[in-house]
């Protein structure tokens, strides 16, 4: 089945700075990319996905880049604010069901705890 | 507030107890998911349906759990004989059929003593 590594687990930075977090996947079938936010208590929110046939998709200060040959994607947050911070989830899912692989559940990563400081 | 919901928001059950959980997907979404999700972890895949089908469940779910979905709308997931490892925050997600973009409830949140 799909796994998906994320990095970094905790992620500390000024407001106005930028932040990245990593991930990647291992599953060659996965074509599809959310990423989540979610603060304490709260439900994960969608934030921005991407599709395997776009190598990056921005909207406002968020962008996330896909590297399928890497089998990696990452996410961009620019002029971060203390309203960012919260825990950020990247996933990874199949729409394809070929050779018995079951699609649209999503596989998290294990979480990106980002603080903006102000 | 059109969105996933869930219901209760909060269950406190003595070990061995049963507990159901209701999940309302957003109207036309024909998928539905549980997650479970544990402090500190991203959330884990469940079982999930295709209008009233259960096309899939998780390996680690154990025969204690089971989940339905009878009219393809609202969908409960049932726990006999908790234990205390299945504290945890139980999530529903829904998402249209040929669209990828789940949407979450807010969860229930199980607690075992």
């Known amino acids: 089945g799909e796994n998906v590594e994320q990095h970094p687990s905790t992620l500390s930075v000024q407001e106005g700075d930028s932040a990245v977090i990593k991930c990647t996947y291992s599953?060659?079938?996965?074509?599809?990319f959310p990423w989540y936010k979610q603060e304490l208590g709260k439900r994960p929110q969608l934030i921005i996905d991407i599709r395997s046939n776009v190598g990056e998709k921005k909207d406002q200060r968020i962008a996330v880049t896909l590297n399928k040959t890497a089998k990696h994607f990452s996410l961009h947050i620019t002029e971060t604010q203390p309203e960012d911070s919260a825990v950020y989830f990247c996933?990874?899912?199949?729409?394809?069901?070929?050779?018995?692989?079951?699609?649209?559940?999503?596989?998290f990563g294990q979480g990106t705890i980002l603080t903006v400081h102000p | 507030d059109t969105g996933v919901s869930q219901d209760p928001r909060h269950k406190i059950t003595k070990r061995g107890q049963n507990v159901t959980f209701r999940c309302d997907p957003i109207s036309e979404h024909n998928r539905l998911y549980w997650y479970r999700q544990t402090l500190g972890q991203g959330p884990e895949f469940l079982t999930y349906?295709?209008?009233?089908?259960?096309?899939?469940k998780s390996r680690l779910l154990s025969d204690r759990f089971s989940a339905e979905r009878p009219k393809g709308s609202f969908s409960t997931l049932e726990i006999q004989r908790t234990e205390q490892g299945d504290s945890a925050m139980y999530l529903c997600a829904s998402s249209l059929y040929l669209g990828m973009k789940a949407f979450f409830g807010q969860g229930t949140r199980l607690t075992v003593v």
């Open positions: 996933a990874a899912s199949s729409s394809s069901n070929a050779g018995g692989t079951s699609y649209g559940k999503l596989t």
């Open positions: 349906f295709q209008n009233e089908a259960q096309l899939e």
């Open positions: 599953d060659s079938a996965s074509n599809y």
